[in-house]
């Protein structure tokens, strides 16, 4: 995965990440009633720690140091509510591929990078990456794309961030 052939979106407009918006008739006596509409389910980053090194790539939605004794935590959920206590959608399985940054290659969890969702597949999800490594230092190292799928389609790279380990 090159680095630059990834789609990049902003974190916030995270939240206006709609696959589809559909209409039904409403029901009505004998008059035409304007469609009610469904609203479309959105991707919600529920809560997060975040912190920025001194040097992000443009190419990174954020940056976040992390070490041994500070992972970054994330949950995240898809809803039609746009809340992630009620309209949650069907499990869903998400997805986190590691790449580094010098290159953009794909590389698979280590004990010097690793990102795991739990549960997988689920909804609402936590997202935990970390490190072996007890002081993040130097340059952005490692990135990170999250994707999400679920019964009604997928959210591709919705976010795409760098890591300084």
């Not at 869903?92 to 580094?100: D, G, I, L």
Request: proline share 7%; charged share 10%.
């Amino acid at each position: 995965m090159k680095l630059n052939s990834l789609v990049r979106i902003g974190t916030g407009a995270m939240a206006a990440l709609l696959l589809s918006t559909a209409s039904a008739p409403a029901a009505s006596s004998g008059r035409l009633a304007p469609p009610a509409r469904k609203v479309a389910p959105v991707l919600i980053l529920v809560h997060a720690r975040r912190m920025s090194p001194p040097s992000c790539p443009s190419e990174f939605s954020g940056c976040i140091s992390i070490t041994a004794a500070s992972p970054y935590t994330a949950e995240w959920c898809i809803s039609s509510t746009g809340n992630c206590s009620s309209g949650l959608v069907s499990s869903a399985t998400w997805t986190a591929t590691n790449f580094k940054v010098k290159n953009g290659k794909t590389v698979k969890n280590t004990k010097a990078f690793s990102s795991v969702w739990s549960p997988n597949p689920g909804n609402p999800s936590n997202l935990t990456v970390s490190t072996d490594k007890a002081q993040a230092k130097g340059k952005v190292k490692y990135g990170l794309a999250l994707s999400v799928c679920y019964s009604g389609g997928c959210f591709s790279d919705f976010w795409i961030v760098g890591f300084q380990i």
